[in-house]
């Protein structure tokens, strides 16, 4: 059976900083806000997604956070895009096809301009 991998915290825990984690990532890996309730608090995650999709993703901020249902709600956009244009998909807490894992895949996929949006403005 594949284990589903999951977020990492980054290890300095500071806010985002959409330039890089210096040294800390590997050319498979993007940065994630997490949002932290009650008071959104942000703390820098780490996901490894696959040498592609990390090269598409270095012009993406995205972030994450835990719904009061229990699910994740993952966000993507372009660095410099308004919010009012961000992307948002819900995952399940936990593995499977609609992990946390597989939602940003697809989002980055879908922000960047994959082969799921062609055509589509």
């Not at 990532?25 to 942000?42: C, H, N, S, Y």
């Not at 660095?79 to 948002?88: D, H, L, T, V, Y």
Request: net charge positive.
């Amino acid at each position: 059976m594949k284990k589903e991998f999951s977020f990492r915290m980054a290890k300095d825990d500071l806010l985002f900083d959409v330039d890089n984690i210096a040294g800390e990532m590997a050319d498979t890996e993007v940065e994630v806000i997490q949002f932290l309730r009650p008071d959104a608090k942000r703390r820098r995650m780490i996901a490894p997604v696959g040498k592609d999709l990390a090269e598409k993703a270095k012009n993406l901020i995205l972030s994450a956070e835990q719904l009061r249902t229990g699910k994740i709600a993952i966000y993507a956009r372009k660095i410099g895009e308004s919010e009012e244009n961000e992307k948002m998909d819900l995952a399940n807490n936990g593995p499977g096809i609609n992990s946390p894992a597989n939602v940003l895949k697809k989002l980055i996929r879908k922000v960047s301009g994959g082969k799921q949006d062609a055509g589509k403005e």
